[in-house]
């Protein structure tokens, strides 16, 4: 069993402004696995942002984060980030890590996805 937590959100920051989310596990290596970040805001369903495969050479972002938000891991420090530049209002949102299933399921869906951190909120004034 797997235990990921989020952090590096919880306050405001301006639009234009940046973040950089963290998350850490506990439990089991995320060495051999894949990771997301996916995002939920009020009202909406949960989207992806951004995914990694286990070595770090392959990203996948959904089309809203492409050019502002960059996903990047650290094995040894059994670690995934969020970087988040040019935040934007509607960037606002419960931003969760999640841990991909070892098949060949979907980067970009839920679904392939068995571990879930229990969120960060990321606030952006306009």
């Known amino acids: 069993q797997v235990q990921l937590v989020e952090s590096g959100g919880g306050g405001l920051v301006q639009a234009g402004g940046s973040l950089r989310l963290s998350c850490a596990a506990s439990?089991?290596?995320?060495?051999?696995?894949?990771m997301g970040w996916f995002r939920q805001a009020p009202g909406k369903e949960r989207e992806f942002v951004a995914a990694?495969?286990?070595?770090?050479?392959?990203?996948y972002y959904a089309d809203s984060a492409k050019g502002r938000l960059t996903i990047s891991r650290d094995n040894a420090k059994n670690a995934v980030y969020l970087q988040m530049n040019s935040l934007k209002p509607e960037d606002t949102a419960v931003y969760f890590c999640a841990q991909k299933r070892a098949d060949s399921g979907s980067y970009y869906t839920s679904g392939s996805y068995d571990y879930w951190g229990q969120g960060t909120q990321v606030t952006v004034s306009s």
């Open positions: 439990g089991r290596t995320l060495r051999n696995y894949a």
């Open positions: 990694i495969n286990w070595s770090g050479g392959r990203k």
